[in-house]
């Protein structure tokens, strides 16, 4: 494993002439504070995707395009697969030799790259994982879409029909699970300025979308249509 607990002169890490002090990753585990432990991997609706950005107009897609989940339960991401529905390629799998816990209540960003000069912007030790796939803008005919896998199983998943340039897919705060979420008529644009110049929130919580029916009314009419 790599040496870098120990720093023995400025920027040099290893333990030359004593007990080599470096844990071993096993696979399933992850370094918690330096304790190796087994890592929580979330459940069915335990992550929740937020907010995408499907079309940055601050930056190019190819470096600016990004999505949020907010964890309902404390979860870890390594292991998290983020993936496009139905397409050719493997998920790309969250991976990091330390526990990348995510606690209830708070949020993370998935983006393309991790770098806030060039990624328009977002905020710093927010990215907690990179991705290769593109966000298409989505149509009635052709959904945009994104996913979130563990075990095998679907996390959590939303589609979309349209994007506005420079602006995000925000999930009205009332209705953040993953069921309310698959319902597009839930989600609004991106209205704070972030980073470059774009509208969204991202690490944040989202902005209330007006027009929208009350929460219990949503239920209700969803048990009545479902």
């Known amino acids: 494993c790599q040496g870098d607990a120990t ?8 333990t030359p002439g004593s007990e080599n002090d470096c844990t071993p990753i096993v696979m399933g ?33 190819t470096l600016g395009e990004w999505f949020e989940v907010k964890a309902m339960t404390d979860v870890d991401l390594n292991g998290l697969g983020l993936d496009r529905a139905g397409d050719s390629s493997n998920p790309n799998v969250v991976s990091d030799p330390t526990c990348l816990h995510l606690a209830a209540g708070s949020y993370a960003v998935f983006a393309k790259s991790n770098d806030m000069t060039m990624n328009g912007g977002l905020p710093a030790g927010s990215v907690l994982g990179t991705f290769t796939f593109s966000l298409v803008d989505g149509t009635a005919s052709a ?9 095998g199983s679907v996390v959590d998943a939303v589609t979309w029909t349209s994007t506005r340039s420079g602006k995000t897919h925000q999930l009205d705060p009332d209705f953040q699970d993953a069921i309310a979420n698959d319902m597009e008529s839930n989600w609004c644009d991106g209205q704070q300025a972030y980073g470059s110049g774009d509208l969204g929130t991202p690490a944040a919580d989202n902005d209330q979308c007006t027009m929208l029916p009350p929460p219990d009314e949503w239920e209700a009419a969803s048990r009545h249509t479902g």
Request: hydrophobic share 40%; charged share 20%.
């Open 7 to 14: 720093e023995f002169e400025a920027a040099n890490f290893g």
């Open 29 to 61: 585990q992850c370094s918690d504070a330096g304790t190796m432990r087994d890592v929580v991997p979330p459940g069915i609706g335990d992550l929740v995707i937020t907010e995408v950005m499907p079309n940055p107009a601050a930056v190019s897609d």
């Open 143 to 151: 959904p945009g879409d994104v996913q979130l896998m563990s075990q």
